[in-house]
């Protein structure tokens, strides 16, 4: 550094990184100052980590925090783990549970004023299921039963458990979310969701 006046002067030194350091040194009228500085590290701080709970499934969380629908979550589907999913459903509101007759086979229909009934296909009235409005039933956002005149075989819920499944929701009538809606759809939707890596 050129024309740096006679006499002592501090000189401050810095780099990112490091520590700051001021040295006070005198420099003559005329001829070289030479000097090394040692800068220390940085103290650094420990990674900051944020921690938030992410819902397994963020379209279910927003159903229950709008309250629509009728919800059980992960929890309580916890404290039932060993039972059937035919009686954990019994705790929803607009739906009642038809079981077979000598099987552990269970359909879901809607109970909402004034439905019509709608015969089962073959197999499922071989089993015991009688003219109902059955609800129809999601999977993981695949429809796998369209209640109704389609003839299609009945949905069994106790298909699968509780132990599996991170939500249900039920939706009577017409409140029923866009997306799992259709016309003339009077008896219900069941939403299941399985659990999501744990």
């Not at 009538?173 to 259709?182: A, D, E, F, L, T």
Request: glycine share 14%.
């Amino acid at each position: 550094m050129d024309e740096i006046p006679m006499g002592s002067q501090v000189v401050s030194v810095r780099q990112v990184g490091y520590n700051r350091i001021e040295l006070l040194i005198t420099f003559p009228d005329r001829g070289i100052v030479e000097r090394q500085f040692l800068l220390s590290n940085v103290r650094s701080l420990d990674s900051v980590v944020v921690v938030a709970a992410r819902p397994a499934i963020p379209e279910v969380e927003e159903r229950r925090r709008l309250g629509i629908g009728h919800l059980i979550g992960r929890e309580d589907l916890a404290k039932n783990e060993n039972g059937r999913m035919s009686e954990v459903l019994l705790r929803l509101a607009g739906l009642r549970v038809v079981r077979a007759t000598g099987g552990g086979q269970a359909w879901i229909v809607g109970t909402h004023g004034g439905m019509a009934e709608y015969p089962p296909d073959a197999l499922s009235a071989a089993m015991g299921a009688k003219p109902a409005c059955y609800a129809d039933v999601w999977l993981d956002g695949v429809r796998v039963y369209e209640g109704g005149a389609t003839g299609a075989m009945l949905w069994d819920v106790n298909s699968i458990g509780p132990k599996s499944l991170e939500a249900v929701e039920f939706y009577a009538g017409g409140n029923v979310p866009i997306g799992y809606s259709r016309p003339n759809q009077e008896c219900g939707v069941l939403l299941l969701w399985t659990r999501r890596g744990g």
